[in-house]
């Protein structure tokens, strides 16, 4: 397991195990055929799938593939080998392309059922310092870090749990052709409907926009 993607898996982790008992609960709806199965962990720090639907996931790599597909926005997300990194978790390299960059999806088992859920992901290209896992957030709220792109353009997306319409979208710039650069950005979105959502930092095609990499937070929304 790489360095970086140990350090936020183990956070995240911890965080869960201390605020297990703080867990609010939502009311989306599921549209899943597969039933839920009851939860021995905090499925609430999971961004894929999210504790409302009923999709589950047997392996890790299909959690993975169907995160970077329906939740990143991958068009063809390819797999790697599942590296483990304890008898629960581990993670999975996922290449937009066949010799695309990596995104590291981070896995972890977290039901009785032995399913496999997402708690983040990360990229060589995008390095988010704020917010950081499973911060509350607030409109607004500061997004930085260092990046690097081609022209210095990295997009960013914030979205609630089960809704595909972002909260809010755009662009900034941080470094560029390989230069880790730093980027901040103020991020204004309107009062949130649901608990927790996911932040989306991704690297996309100069040529057609695709998403090429992806690093992925998850978040809470502080309700005022």
């Not at 956070?11 to 549209?31: C, E, G, I, K, M």
């Not at 997004?143 to 909260?167: R, W």
């Amino acid at each position: 397991m790489s360095g970086v993607a140990a350090i936020v898996l183990v956070a995240v982790v911890a965080f869960a195990v201390v605020h297990l008992t703080h867990s609010p609960t939502t009311t989306t709806t599921s549209t899943s055929t597969t039933a839920p199965t009851s939860a021995t962990g905090p499925t609430w720090v999971a961004m894929w799938p999210t504790a409302q639907r009923s999709l589950r996931y047997s392996t890790p790599t299909a959690a993975a593939l169907g995160f970077a597909h329906e939740v990143l926005r991958m068009r063809s997300p390819v797999a790697q080998s599942f590296q483990r990194g304890d008898t629960r978790s581990g993670e999975v390299p996922i290449r937009a392309t066949s010799h695309g960059p990596v995104t590291t999806v981070l896995v972890r088992q977290l039901t009785s059922d032995r399913s496999w859920w997402v708690l983040g992901a990360t990229c060589a290209a995008v390095d988010v310092a704020r917010p950081r896992a499973l911060a509350a957030v607030s409109s607004p709220f500061a997004l930085s870090g260092t990046s690097t792109s081609f022209e210095s353009v990295i997009n960013f997306a914030l979205y609630q749990d089960d809704v595909t319409t972002p909260m809010v979208t755009g662009v900034t710039t941080g470094g560029a052709n390989g230069v880790m650069g730093p980027f901040d950005r103020a991020l204004y979105f309107e009062p949130p409907t649901h608990r927790y959502g996911v932040l989306i930092v991704s690297v996309r095609s100069p040529k057609d926009g695709a998403v090429l990499e992806a690093s992925a937070i998850r978040v809470a929304f502080r309700h005022r």
